[in-house]
């Protein structure tokens, strides 16, 4: 496979897994403001790493990421459905604290003026 086409796979795959994030009904994932922040698929489309992130610091995102692992056979079902792919990779959600410390990067930056 092309690495053009998987780089627009991973998109696609980003793109829909943002919005399907909204229709996850786990109390764990349900009013927090979850951020896709990266995206890694595997080269045969087997397995697709998102990572996540919250607003509210790295341990809602662990609790977040329990509620994503819990529902992402209804994820990638839904995944399924919205794009054309022969296989729909297994989904792997890891948590990271990236809009957190961009938070903290940019106070920082804000307290030197």
Do not use: W
């Amino acid at each position: 496979m092309p690495s053009n086409k998987l780089n627009r796979t991973t998109e696609d795959i980003r793109r829909e897994i943002s919005a399907l994030l909204r229709e996850v009904k786990d109390p764990r994932v349900q009013g927090k403001l979850i951020s896709v922040v990266r995206v890694e698929v595997t080269n045969d489309l087997s397995f697709c790493t998102v990572y996540v992130s919250t607003m509210e610091g790295l341990d809602a995102t662990k609790e977040a990421v329990k509620g994503l692992t819990n529902g992402a056979g209804f994820l990638r079902h839904e995944l399924g459905n919205r794009l054309s792919i022969r296989h729909t990779p297994k989904l792997i959600f890891k948590a990271t604290d990236s809009i957190e410390y961009s938070a903290n990067i940019t106070k920082l930056l804000n307290d030197l003026k």
